[in-house]
């Protein structure tokens, strides 16, 4: 499904065939979860493919190296245009792009001086699905920001995504909504949460979240449409009495949400600023306007 005979990655310098590829069994982040990554998508537009706000993502990357302290020493440039090969060598436009940044051979509990890169993409439909969301309040918390880094992207913070989605998914819902260690709504397993009340959006501020890309750019759609966005905590109850709610991130792009708990939202999904949203972030990525909620 992620690859074919024939899938070309980059992996430390080199184009290879990722049926080929091989890592030693005695790296860091096999054992304890030591890696950054991220999550790129690019799409077709009429300039051919696109990879949407690669700077953003590339940049983020290094962040994350860095509070691991992980070497990386290609730059966002490079990284770039790297994205672009690999989609060119594998014939892809609309994809989605996984750069992964792995200590080599090292089983003690400290950073080493060595690390690997690598590039690899394929296709990938939205994340979520195409349908509305049935959410749970997961049993489990997002980490707590004084266990690590929450806002670096690191492998390792997944399996806290991977018990919650999996609790979500055997309980019948679709997806997990992750408390803060205070209690405050967080966000999902893979993604950020929004709730809309009285036309006005709220989600929750930074501290205990991956400060989204897709966020940042729902917050610039709404500026352009005139709507206000509130940075706040909130409790899941505030959640209950929403009158929308959605997901963003870059695999799952705006994924619109029915229920929680089992308490389904006031407005149907076509009628909240939500939708509108989905709408304005699809022509964003494929690079066409929209302005006023209108496409222009
Ligand atoms: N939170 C978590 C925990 C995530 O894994 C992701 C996906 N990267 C997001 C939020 C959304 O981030 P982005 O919009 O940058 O993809």
């Not at 405050?184 to 991956?210: Q, R, S």
Request: hydrophobic residues 35%; contains cysteine.
């Amino acid at each position: 499904m992620y690859y074919s005979d024939d899938t070309i990655i980059y992996l430390d310098g080199k184009w290879t065939k990722a049926k080929d590829a091989s890592l030693t069994l005695y790296n860091q982040s096999l054992h304890y979860g030591n890696a950054v990554f991220e999550g790129i998508r690019s799409y077709e537009t009429e300039d051919g493919a696109l990879i949407f706000k690669a700077k953003e993502h590339f940049d983020r990357l290094h962040f994350s190296a860095e509070k691991m302290q992980i070497p990386l020493t290609l730059s966002s440039e490079t990284l770039t245009k790297l994205s672009y090969e690999l989609l060119e060598k594998n014939n892809l436009t609309n994809a989605y792009i996984r750069p992964l940044i792995y200590p080599g051979e090292n089983m003690s509990l400290v950073s080493g001086n060595d690390s690997h890169v690598l590039l690899c993409a394929w296709e990938w439909g939205r994340y979520l699905g195409d349908h509305l969301l049935r959410l749970m309040t997961s049993s489990f918390q997002r980490p707590n920001p004084k266990a690590c880094f929450v806002e670096a992207k690191v492998t390792g913070h997944y399996t806290n995504s991977i018990l919650a989605t999996t609790e979500a998914k055997q309980k019948g819902f679709d997806e997990a909504l992750l408390l803060d260690s205070n209690g405050y709504v967080a966000e999902g397993p893979g993604a950020n949460f929004f709730f809309e009340k009285n036309e006005v959006l709220y989600t929750p501020k930074l501290g205990n979240i991956l400060p989204g890309i897709t966020r940042q750019t729902i917050f610039e759609l709404a500026d352009e449409m005139g709507i206000e966005v509130r940075e706040r905590q909130f409790k899941v109850e505030d959640v209950y009495a929403a009158d929308g709610a959605f997901f963003t991130g870059t695999a799952a792009e705006v994924a619109g949400i029915e229920s929680l708990d089992g308490k389904y939202f006031s407005l149907q999904w076509p009628d909240t600023i939500g939708y509108e949203l989905s709408r304005a972030y699809n022509n964003r990525v494929q690079k066409k306007e929209y302005k006023n909620f209108e496409l222009v």
